[in-house]
């Protein structure tokens, strides 16, 4: 007798804070466009909603709590969707402001960077653009010289603060191997505990190259060090994420989509987040496989319910 068809999480990041307004005029800004979007996206097939905020006047990454709460609670009306609330959300923001939508809200989810690094996004001044807004290249300047901060005492406070105080647990974004190893040394304190959700982020200046061997080598680490007690996923950046994504699928994994991540579906924009999860979900179905439904998604990974969150 054949086995069922393995369940495939879909998580979309709808609007992060990597690509900015003059990139494309379709990456969600206002809270109703963010709340649009990641609606759709849950329709179209999304199970887990990866969330950041920006100012709705001109764009800008914001961790104004406020303006979180102006999207969170309409999504949560809509869609039975996972939503997962930044903890990075900007290399420019300090830990205390990363810190107050997630703690207000006290979702079922937040991201968590495993570690310091340098995240490059000043190469994408290269390409000559009429900036509508002045932060634009300012802000992507800024990363020439400053470091995305996260050390073991920020990780604790997070694991402590939302983990063990919310309830919340966590996509482990590791941009590396080393923080395979982080997040190694945090389980053999019992700080997390399984089934940990890891996030391979490839293709990130400062972080390891999006290319197969790569991803093979972070999956290979990944087995050695928390054997059957952990789920993967990919994200690719750019014009990287779909075929990466695919491998990963492929491999046994999860995946990742959303303009956070890149702007492109094939060789054009896409013009919404659910463009690129209908496109990667046609290649799941490809496989044989099955898109995970968001009650699917919080049994793998022993999430606490969307009725308790706090928004």
Not at 161 to 175: I, V
Not at 192 to 221: C, S, T, W, Y
């Amino acid at each position: 007798m054949a086995s069922a068809p393995r369940k495939v999480i879909i998580t979309c990041a709808v609007t992060g804070s990597v690509h900015t307004p003059t990139m494309s005029p379709h990456l969600p800004v206002t809270p109703d466009q963010i709340a649009s979007d990641a609606i759709a996206a849950a329709e179209a097939g999304a199970s887990i909603l990866h969330l950041h905020a920006r100012d709705p006047e001109n764009g800008r990454p914001t961790a104004d709590p406020a303006v979180f709460m102006q999207f969170l609670p309409r999504i949560k009306q809509a869609t039975d969707a996972v939503v997962n609330i930044t903890t990075g959300g900007s290399s420019l923001m300090t830990l205390e402001e990363r810190l107050a939508a997630p703690l207000q809200a006290q979702p079922e989810m937040c991201s968590l960077n495993m570690g310091s690094m340098n995240f490059g996004l000043f190469p994408m001044l290269d390409r000559p653009r009429e900036w509508q807004h002045e932060w634009e290249p300012k802000l992507l300047e800024a990363t020439r010289h400053t470091i995305f901060k996260n050390t073991f005492a920020d990780m604790e406070t997070i694991l402590d603060k939302l983990g063990k105080g919310c309830g919340t647990r966590f996509e482990f974004e590791c941009y590396d191997v080393g923080h395979l190893y982080s997040l190694a040394h945090f389980r053999d304190r019992k700080l997390v505990e399984g089934p940990l959700f890891i996030q391979f982020v490839l293709g990130i200046l400062g972080g390891i190259g999006a290319d197969p061997e790569n991803l093979m080598h972070m999956k290979r680490i990944a087995d050695k060090l928390f054997g059957a007690d952990y789920r993967f996923s990919v994200l690719a950046a750019g014009r990287a994420q779909m075929p990466l994504i695919s491998m990963a699928a492929a491999m046994g994994g999860n995946v990742r989509v959303g303009l956070e991540d890149s702007l492109y579906n094939g060789r054009g924009l896409a013009k919404s987040n659910a463009d690129q999860v209908k496109r990667i979900r046609g290649i799941i179905e490809g496989l044989s496989l099955e898109v995970a439904t968001p009650t699917e998604a919080r049994e793998m990974l022993a999430l606490k319910g969307g009725d308790r969150v706090a928004f």
